[in-house]
């Protein structure tokens, strides 16, 4: 398989404990983004890298969200002291870095904050 | 601010029922729109990308097209396996060159047998 792969697919944990998600990209693809999606949403953006630098990210990412992409190969999004507005579907996408280029998406790592 | 708006929110159709989903987007300079299908608990699947007014593009039952300010979705003659959630999203010309991208909503499609 050479799409985008995301583990786990399934995140259940309390409230106040620390999760980490994994993203692994189509091989080649420079960029990868994550997203957050709330039920009956849209995903919405929360930051994205091109190799290994993170070039932006949005308000959405509080200072309990933090993001690695060591040797702009694979990717994790790090969640600290979770908080039951956590719960969310998170997403990896990347693409080959041209303009306005195809984003494929992973299929999701669900979490649920209790 | 990016903005994108899908219409309706739910579509219930028979199978065969043709139908359109809207999209409506402002957008400071579109450079592109961009089209996914999302099943339940599934991460989205890409469509269709459309860069300028007037384009339009076709996949089997499903055909898109742009203008300046929206972009529909037609489906012809659907089927039940067409069910799923449809989402539109821009990627705008601003001051970076990278790919974010703003999502509407979604439209939920159920095709009845």
């Known amino acids: 398989d050479t799409g985008v792969s995301q583990d786990p697919r399934h995140k259940i944990t309390k409230r106040g404990q620390n999760v980490t998600f994994r993203c692994d990209p189509i091989s080649e693809h420079n960029r990868l983004y994550w997203y957050r999606q709330t039920l009956g949403q849209g995903p919405e953006f929360l930051t994205y890298?091109?190799?290994?630098?993170?070039?932006?990210k949005s308000r959405l990412l509080s200072d309990r969200f933090s993001a690695e992409r060591p040797k702009g190969s694979f990717s994790t999004l790090e969640i600290q002291r979770t908080e039951q507005g956590d719960s969310a579907m998170y997403l990896c996408a990347t693409d080959k870095g041209s303009l306005s280029d195809t984003q494929y998406f992973g299929p999701g790592t669900r979490l649920t904050v209790l | 601010e990016d903005q994108v708006t899908q219409s309706p929110e739910a579509l219930r159709l028979q199978e065969g029922e043709s139908s359109s989903l809207n999209c409506s987007y402002t957008v400071s300079g579109l450079r592109g729109l961009f089209w996914y299908r999302q099943d339940p608990g599934k991460g989205p699947e890409f469509l269709f990308t459309l860069y300028s007014a007037g384009e339009e593009k076709e996949k089997e039952r499903l055909k898109a097209t742009l203008t300046k300010k929206e972009s529909f979705l037609h489906i012809t003659a659907p089927k039940p396996e067409d069910s799923a959630t449809y989402l539109c999203?821009?990627?705008?010309?601003?001051?970076?060159?990278?790919?974010?991208?703003?999502f509407g909503q979604g439209t939920i499609l159920t095709v009845h047998p």
């Open positions: 890298f091109q190799n290994e630098a993170q070039l932006e």
């Open positions: 999203a821009v990627h705008h010309a601003g001051g970076t060159s990278y790919g974010k991208l703003t």
